[in-house]
């Protein structure tokens, strides 16, 4: 079985849910997501294609990157918003992170090893969790794997230790290239800063519990109700109450 990153991050929220969307597919994806870090991944991942290619691309061009996602009609990139107020308030959100994330590219621009890199991840009796890296980059500490965060949560050192996606990531990078990353930059784009984070032996082993874990219940069919806030979205909200 083949699940992706987050199909690992919704199935730990509702395990009920996971299975009415994703096994099921009785009823549609539930997401409070807006779009901004699919359309802005997207924008960085055409930004850090040409740098590769040796041209590094202006904010003008990002920007207009940016708007054709974000005013396009392709639908592929969930954008989920309420009323125009509402997206043009996001898209200004948007541009602002892009405009943090060229100042710190301008005058130094990263050399780029890989970027937007697609991996699979096998776990014992053929469970695979596929994913991809943003971007691999030589720097003086060493071959970086750099990843772009566009939320508002406090991404504290609770969340930096749990972070799943980055566990992952680090671990394809092992099994792709034969040997340990030798640094992980998180950067929060709402407020410029850079973190880095390390990836040790009890991470690897904390994940390897949660994906046994998930494995076990999908395999099972221990598929429970988790009732959170987020409840109040869900779409599944009518066959959970006739679960038994
Ligand atoms: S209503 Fe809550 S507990 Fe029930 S499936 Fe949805 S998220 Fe899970």
New binding site residues.
Partial sequence: MEITVGDLYDFKS?P??WK?THLDKVVKKITTNDGIRESLQSVLNFYYFHLQQGEQLTLADLKEKFSSIWHGHLDIYDIYLGNRNDKRRKELEAIGMLNTFYRQQKYAPDHVLASNLDFRVPFPNDFYIRGNIPVLRDTPRGVELAVFKTGKHKYDEFWQQTDMGLTLMSMAYQSMYKQEIDSIAVHLLRDGSTIYVDRKRKDYQRLMKTVNMVRESIDKGWFY???TF??DK?P??KL?MEWR
């Fill in positions: 509702c009920l849910r009415y109700p988790r009732e987020a409840c869900c599944a909200k959970c």
